[in-house]
């Protein structure tokens, strides 16, 4: 990771995953299980708050709902 610039990594919770859920439901709670851990991370990583600000930012529409 140190070689290829990679400060963190996220895991994740694969099995079993969406693609047991009804295709109607699958969806919107993957999405919410990915935005829940990605507030986590910005949470509790040492990331500078300039650059918290751009990724919520890039973010704002989708996570907002606007």
């Known amino acids: 990771m140190d070689e290829a610039g990679i400060d963190a ?3 994740s919770h694969a099995c079993p ?4 859920l009804e295709p109607s439901i699958a969806g919107d709670l993957t999405r919410q299980a990915n935005d829940k851990a990605a507030r986590q991370f910005l ?3 040492p990331i500078n708050p300039g ?3 751009k990724i919520a930012h890039l973010n704002a529409e989708r996570l ?3």
């Open 43 to 45: 949470d509790h990583m």
């Open 17 to 20: 995953g969406p693609e047991i």
């Open 9 to 11: 990594q996220i895991l």
């Open 51 to 53: 650059d918290k600000e």
């Open 64 to 66: 907002l709902r606007l």
